[in-house]
């Protein structure tokens, strides 16, 4: 059994920054796609920005620039910087593993989500 914890969500002021987190427990040899998503009540969830085993990144249009995602392998943890942030950036934001490797042999499999941290941008 996989579970992700987030932390670091809160109240900021427009232009303020914050720095979440999230920590993957369980049977996990490696993780293939972490990243973070984000969704607004009543709206589809969003991918705001992804990071592979290997390093490779993707940033949603909205963020590129203000944020940035970084992960921790040794300790399954993904970050996500955000900085310059804006009222448009309130929503509950998710972390994802997408793939996990139970031992060194298994393969990539499964789709996992944390329960969710509430960003709110408002001054």
């Known amino acids: 059994q996989v579970q992700l914890v987030e932390s670091g969500g809160g109240l900021v002021q427009p232009g303020g920054s914050l720095r979440l987190s999230c920590a993957a427990s369980?049977?996990?040899?490696?993780?293939?796609?972490m990243g973070w998503y984000r969704q607004l009540s009543g709206n589809q969830r969003e991918m705001v920005a992804t990071?592979?085993?290997?390093?490779?990144?993707f940033y949603a249009d909205s963020v590129k620039g203000r944020f940035t995602i970084s992960r921790d392998n040794a300790k399954n943890t993904v970050y996500l910087q955000m900085n310059s942030l804006k009222p448009e950036d309130t929503a509950v934001y998710y972390c994802n593993a997408d793939g996990i490797k139970a031992d060194f042999w298994s393969n990539f499999q499964g789709n996992h989500w944390g329960q969710g941290t509430q960003v709110t941008v408002s001054s």
């Open positions: 990071m592979s085993n290997g390093g490779t990144t």
């Open positions: 369980g049977s996990i040899f490696s993780i293939n796609v």
